[in-house]
């Protein structure tokens, strides 16, 4: 069982920065491909950014290239999100996910477990 808990949301001015943290539990962190997903009221959740359990390879969605990098530290077993040039369409509740021993994928489905999600709102 694998527990993520995110930190790090707000309010920011458009153009604007922020660093989500996704705190893992479980001592094999470092075997699972991690994830970050968002969702805006009304609409479905989405694919954000993702890094590799093994190798350091990364994904992002074309929404986000450029503007967001997504890091990982293994001896913290944390997951990092910094988010730059913040435009008011990011404004979402950002999920961290992962899965274990496996490549990270753009799919929500296919990640095993879930934080909470913390809100990110970007102001105009």
Known sequence: ?????????????????LRLSCAASGRTFSRYAMAWFRQAPGKEREFVAA?????????YADSVKGRFTISRDNAKNTVYLQMGSLKPEDTAVYYCASRCCDY?????TH??????????????
């Not at 527990?3 to 790090?8: K, Y």
């Not at 990270?104 to 929500?108: D, E, F, K, L």
């Open 104 to 108: 990270a994928t753009r799919y929500a």
């Open 51 to 59: 890094f590799n359990w093994s190798g350091g390879s990364t994904l």
């Open 111 to 124: 990640y095993t477990y879930w934080g909470q999600g913390t809100q990110v709102t970007v102001s105009s």
């Open 1 to 17: 069982q694998v527990q993520l808990v995110e930190s790090g949301g707000g309010l920011v001015q458009a153009g604007g920065s």
